[in-house]
Each structure stands twice: as structure tokens, then as C-alpha cells.
């Protein structure tokens, strides 16, 4: 850990020095340095503001052409592989769909062998309530951890050098729907946890555990009176409708908000300046809006909280009384940027619902909201009031199929993560083409057993195909580039400093195209469909290596991961109609591709 703390403290040992007096020391102390050494990769999005930008520039647009495989390695699992490894101290570090295996590699062995494996056990059943598929977006360091998430809905440390347990923490039951899915963050000496269980009545939540013993520190909900929310003295949030007393209770209809969706499972992002933390939360159960009439707060909304208590600094609800399962959970990215004249430090988020917001991230006013694709359940977001300007004949409704809404429940964008480059000033983001059909049915809730009340119907939206890779200007809401793809663009994005973005297709390409205009560059069939996010660090041998785990599934690909009949196109909650001739490109399979420059 020395050689880490060397390297970023030999520029800013006074900014250094201030930190250092401000807050406690803890393990995430460490990890505001390590974040900064391009060699390695330590937090999940590269670093805290989760840009998934690199600093390295060994491999550029002059050479990538001849990038080859270094070395593979076969994750014995074959449900989808989200998220991307961790490289640090020469060992790389990832967890795998479903029974959630981990894996510690030793880069300084050639063909990286096994430093050990920690294969959890967890009840089968399990999988029976998992929503999406039976994925998991990765693990968190610290503190000579290695932390990561069970489907089962427990946090686990295990000794980073050994894989012995160290602690684990139960955060939910299954048998009520509680899952997760998502990657820890730790800040300073807590890890941070969410919650998976949308459709499944779960009242979502995010917990913070003492990263040394397990302890739980503090759990806020998205739902239910002021206190379980964690909003006190200190919430400012910037739009009116957002202030009130126990919103999270009475903007809902009798007691819906005790199974209440806001479920938590996207990738979390914090600023150590403001040492604020950010997370969204996901749609309100159920689907069918006619069950829970009003806003539905805290569902579809950005929060701000400080670290330490949990408490609530401001909040942003994206999608009041959302009818659509717009999820709001896609990550907030952080950067600074000039913003009509004036330099603001921004999150910057690809909502499910299609709109691209550009957030103030010191206050929670939203300063540019536009469509990131072809939007139509809305007209635009009303700046003054936040709130969207919906069209009144794409609500849907409980009884009646409302037809041809765009996007679909999937979003323009869902957890794939988008990636922004200080160099270019462009946010690099993979999206999905998709509309649907949507209709509310009454649901009753019962323990366990999907809320969901809707059926939905999803296809290629204005096109005909189903997704793009784009680049996008935050200031001014602008599409810079496109890169049309047949699937689902359902994998995330990694941009370095040689400006090179590489991405993966649900079909299998692994792609490295020009950050500037798009033009593609080299690519690379792996021969499993692609929905991780790619990683580049430095090997023990002083090269860059570009790194993807490879296996089709989640919510896209659960035809062919969970062998879905295609027979009904409204199954897996509208995936089966948008994605059924995915089997006809890629098998089941779980790989991990490794490259560099020969
Ligand atoms: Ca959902």
C-alpha cells in the first residue's frame, strides 16, 4: 500500500495534510489516494466520481489495431457478468453471477493463476427471486478487504491476501424478495450497501456496515416517515414539492410505501471535498400506477447524504408517480464543467426515463435536462419546478394498453455505466433503441412472490435498431456522436487518456473507437455476449492491459442465460419480445478477456 500513498501524495502532500485533519483516518483515506494511481483499478467506476476514466495512454489509435489477447480465464459460472475487476497490489479481484464465486489472480504469474477462490454457499432457492437474472456488478477494496455482495442479500469481507472470511453481514431475506445484486462502495471506514427487490414489494434502502466488523452504522430507506428516511435539519433539498413533512408516507396511497419499491442496486459515487455521498433509487412497487396514486417519493430519486450519519443533504426526484418502471438507479458521474458561463461541480445522470440530467451536485438544481434519445412520455423537464412535462396519452393506466412509449421500462440507458473523459469534456454512454407497450394490472401483494401488476411488450424503437453508443456534451444536453448497434449497447464504457472509449455488444464485440468522433478503431469477437464493463490497468511487466468479463444475460439476455421460451413475448417483464433471435449470436458462457499490445 506504500508504493499507492507514495505516488499520489508526492504532489499534494498539504491538500494531503488538510484531509487528514478534517476527517478520521479510515481506509477510505487510502482509497481518495489510490483512486489516483493510473496503474491500478480500486473502486468500482475507477474512482470516486465513478468516470471510468484512465489516466494511462500506452495503447492509442495508432497501435490499438494490433491489441491481442494476452489471456483468458473461464469464470465456471454462465449467468450474466456485470461490473469489472479490481487490479491492485499485482492481483486482480472479481465476483461472478450466481453462487457469486470470487477470484483473486496472480498478474505476476504468466496465464495469472489462482491466488485463492471463495465460493459462497448459498440457498438454492435464491434464485427463484431474483428479478433480472442472477448478476452481480462487482466487488469493493479496502482496508486489506475484498468486499462483495451475495444474491442472498449478504455483505461478506473476506482477508484480500488469503480469502478467508473476515465478516459477513445479512442485510435482507429472500424469502420477502430482498436480493442484491449491486457493488459495495466503501467511504472512509464504512462500506456502502444497497438493495435489490423491486418487483418484488421490497421498500428499498441503503446500509452502511463498519468495514473492520461487519456492524451495522446506519440503514436510511427510500420510503416511510422522516426518520426511517434520514431527513432532518440539515435536508435542503432545491425544489419546493421535494419539502414537507413525511413525504415519503403521504405522497402514497395508505400504506404502499411499506412495500414500496426504491430498491438500490446502481453504482454509488461520492465527493471527498464535499463529502457528500450519491446514490439513486428505483422504481415504485408495483408497476401499475392506479395501486399507489401521488408522487411515490422517495422512489426515481437522486440523493445526497453525508457519509457519516446518513443523513439526507438534498434529494431530486426524477419520475413522480412513475408509470413506466423508469428505475432512476443509473449512476450519478461527478465532474466539473462550464455550465452556461460559470464552472459548477456536476452529477451527471442517464435516467432510465431518457432524459440526461445535469445536476448541481452542491444543491440538487438540475441545469440541463434533455433527451438523450427519442423520448416521447414527455415533452422536457420543467426547470423551475423539476418536474417532468409529461404527455397526458402515454401515462399508462391499470385496464387499458397504452401503446408505442418511448423509452421502453428498459431505458434509454439501465445499468450498463457510462464513462466521462476529462480531455474531451464528453460523457461516453451505452444506450438502448427500445419502446414498448405497457398495461396496468391489479396485484396483490404476498411475501416473496413478484408485485410487478403490469404486462409489457418491448421492441426496437425509431430505427429498428436496438441500441447505440453515443457521446454526449453535459453542458448543453447535446448528442456529440452515435454508433448505431443491432443489441442493446447493455455493456458500460471505459475511456483513457490517449482517447480511445472501449465497449462491449450483447452480441460479443469488444470494441475500441475514436473518443473524438467515434470512428472505430479495432474490435474483437469474444464469443460471449458482452454486458460488463471493460477496466485497463498496468501489469507487474510496466504494460497496459484492457480487461472484460464476457457472459450474456441480466435483464437483455435472459433469453438465452436462463433459457427463456420465446412463446411469450411479454415474459421477463418485456425482454423476451425485444431480445428473442439473441440466442441466434451467442451460447451461454462466463469468460474473462484479457488484452494488450504483443
Ligand atoms: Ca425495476
Keep these: 500500500m506504500n508504493r499507492f500513498i507514495h505516488w499520489t501524495c508526492s504532489g499534494g502532500l498539504a491538500a494531503s495534510l488538510v484531509l487528514l485533519v478534517?476527517?478520521?483516518?479510515?481506509?477510505?483515506?487510502?482509497?481518495?489516494?489510490?483512486?489516483?494511481?493510473?496503474?491500478?483499478?480500486?473502486?468500482?467506476?475507477?474512482?470516486?466520481?465513478?468516470?471510468?476514466?484512465?489516466?494511462?495512454?500506452?495503447?492509442?489509435?495508432?497501435?490499438?489495431?494490433?491489441?491481442?489477447?494476452?489471456?483468458?480465464?473461464?469464470?465456471?459460472?454462465?449467468?450474466?457478468l456485470e461490473g469489472a475487476p479490481l487490479v491492485l497490489n499485482n492481483t486482480m479481484y472479481f465476483v461472478t453471477s450466481f453462487p457469486n464465486i470470487v477470484y483473486a489472480l496472480d498478474l505476476t504469474k504468466a496465464g495469472a493463476p489462482m491466488k485463492w477462490k471463495y465460493t459462497p454457499k448459498q440457498d438454492p432457492t435464491v434464485p427463484g427471486v431474483a428479478c433480472c437474472d442472477l448478476v452481480n456488478r462487482g466487488v469493493a477494496y479496502a482496508d486489506g478487504k475484498i468486499f462483495f455482495n451475495q444474491l442472498d442479500a449478504t455483505t461478506v469481507a473476506l482477508d484480500a491476501r488469503t480469502g478467508k472470511v473476515v465478516w459477513s453481514a445479512k442485510q435482507g431475506d429472500p424469502k420477502k424478495g430482498q436480493t442484491i445484486t449491486g457493488a459495495p462502495l466503501v467511504i472512509k471506514d464504512k462500506v456502502f450497501t444497497g438493495i435489490s427487490g423491486g418487483e418484488f414489494g421490497v421498500r428499498g434502502f441503503i446500509t452502511a456496515n463498519d468495514i473492520k466488523t461487519g456492524r451495522q452504522i446506519w440503514r436510511m430507506y427510500s420510503a416511510g416517515p422522516d426518520s426511517d428516511v434520514g431527513i432532518g435539519a440539515n435536508f435542503k433539498p432545491f425544489y419546493k414539492d421535494h419539502k414537507g413533512k413525511d413525504l415519503g408516507v403521504t405522497t402514497w396511497k395508505g400504506d404502499e410505501w411499506t412495500r414500496g419499491g426504491g430498491t438500490t442496486w446502481g453504482w454509488y459515487s461520492y465527493d471527498p471535498e464535499l463529502d457528500l455521498f450519491y446514490y439513486n433509487t428505483g422504481n415504485p412497487g408495483s408497476w401499475n400506477p392506479d395501486q399507489r396514486p401521488g408522487d411515490n417519493k422517495w422512489s426515481m430519486t437522486m440523493w445526497a447524504r453525508d457519509p457519516d450519519d446518513g443523513m439526507a443533504v438534498w434529494a431530486y426526484q426524477m419520475t413522480p408517480h412513475d408509470a413506466w418502471d423508469y428505475d432512476g438507479v443509473n449512476e450519478s458521474i461527478l465532474a466539473d464543467l462550464e455550465v452556461g458561463g460559470t464552472l459548477r461541480k456536476v452529477a451527471v445522470h442517464f435516467d432510465r426515463n431518457g432524459f440526461a440530467y445535469t445536476v448541481d451536485r452542491t444543491s440538487g438544481e438540475v441545469l440541463v435536462a434533455q433527451p438523450y434519445g427519442p423520448v416521447n412520455w414527455a415533452k422536457g423537464v420543467d426547470l423551475k419546478t423539476g418536474r417532468p412535462i409529461e404527455d397526458p396519452t402515454k401515462r399508462t393506466k391499470q385496464g387499458q394498453n397504452t401503446t408505442d412509449i418511448c423509452p421502453s421500462a428498459m431505458g434509454f440507458k439501465d445499468q450498463q455505466p457510462a464513462a466521462f473523459s476529462p480531455r474531451t469534456k464528453l460523457f461516453y454512454v451505452p444506450t438502448n433503441n427500445l419502446c414498448m407497450d405497457y398495461e396496468g394490472v391489479e396485484v396483490s401483494y404476498t411475501a416473496g412472490l413478484p408485485y410487478v401488476g403490469a404486462i409489457v411488450k418491448t421492441y426496437a424503437g425509431p430505427g429498428g435498431h436496438r441500441g447505440a453508443f453515443i457521446a454526449w456534451d453535459a453542458t448543453t444536453g447535446k448528442k456529440v456522436w452515435e454508433i448505431k448497434e443491432p443489441f442493446s449497447a447493455w455493456g458500460g464504457a471505459l475511456v483513457t487518456a490517449s482517447d480511445i472509449v472501449f465497449y462491449g455488444t450483447m452480441e460479443g464485440w469488444f470494441k475500441a473507437v475514436d473518443a473524438r468522433s467515434g470512428r472505430e478503431l479495432w474490435k474483437f469477437k469474444t464469443g460471449a455476449g458482452i454486458i460488463g464493463a471493460p477496466m485497463t490497468y498496468i501489469g507487474p511487466d510496466g504494460k497496459q492491459y484492457v480487461a472484460i468479463l464476457a457472459g450474456v444475460g441480466g435483464w437483455s439476455g435472459a433469453t438465452v442465460s436462463l433459457d427463456l421460451s420465446l412463446d411469450d413475448p411479454t415474459a421477463a417483464l418485456g425482454a423476451v419480445n425485444a431480445f428473442k433471435d439473441l440466442g441466434d449470436y451467442v451460447a451461454k458462457s462466463g469468460m474473462l478477456f484479457v488484452f494488450a499490445l504483443d
Design 22 to 80: 478534517a476527517a478520521p483516518v479510515g481506509a477510505g483515506q487510502d482509497l481518495t489516494m489510490m483512486q489516483k494511481d493510473p496503474g491500478t483499478w480500486v473502486l468500482p467506476g475507477k474512482d470516486y466520481g465513478v468516470t471510468r476514466y484512465s489516466p494511462l495512454d500506452q495503447i492509442n489509435s495508432a497501435n490499438v489495431k494490433d491489441l491481442e489477447v494476452a489471456w483468458t480465464f473461464s469464470t465456471g459460472t454462465l449467468q450474466g
